[in-house]
């Protein structure tokens, strides 16, 4: 594992060159929305760093790998990693959980996922509780883009490695989200306030 930048305001480079397109003598790279888009750095949604999130490939200190049995299938199931948190903020009853590629060459970062967990009796999530059709009672999956829960990483070739930044916010109330419930719901929802939240960075790059 790599040590992890913090995704702050400030901008994080993917950590590779990225390829171009030549035209004459200047090169023109694809358009990034950097850390500036995520929901991370949304300024009503500022709280307290104050708990841990991580997974077997990484942890809130170190950036891992994605392993490729999480990376997205276009037809097929797309499984979502295993999770833990701990050292809740005192009085959380629930997380919302984002997922986020700024690196995309698309005019904002990709959403690959939106959730809320019901965090009584549980610290952790197994292996495709984030997937569709497989998601245990407590957890509410939102459409972050065309798909409802967990859609996996799947850049494109050539584009050099991308960060899949997952996002945790601890809430003191039920947010009371739908099934299906979009990211400018979810935005809106944590308006309310904010406990704490953690944040988790894993890399995935098609080859």
Known sequence: MAQRPACGSR???????QSGRRQGDTVALPHKPGDHAL?????????????????EWASEDAVGEIPDRYRAHVLGT??????????LPAGTVELALVVQDPDTPM?????????????AHRDRLEDGA????????????????????????????????HRYVFQAFAMQKPLDLRTGFRLAELRDALA???????????TYESR
């Open 107 to 119: 005019a904002g970062a990709a959403t690959h996922l939106v959730a809320t967990i019901d965090v």
């Open 39 to 55: 929901l991370w750095n949304d300024e009503t949604l500022r709280a307290p760093e104050n708990f841990g999130l991580s997974a």
């Open 130 to 161: 984030l997937t569709k059709g497989s998601s245990p009672s407590g957890v509410v999956l939102g459409k972050g883009g065309i798909k409802l829960g967990w859609a996996g990483p799947m850049p494109p070739k050539g584009h050099g490695p």
């Open 78 to 87: 797309n499984l979502s990693p295993a999770l833990r948190w701990s050292t």
């Open 11 to 17: 901008s994080v480079s993917p950590g590779a060159a």
């Open 192 to 202: 309310q306030g904010v406990l704490g939240r953690a944040q988790l960075i894993g």
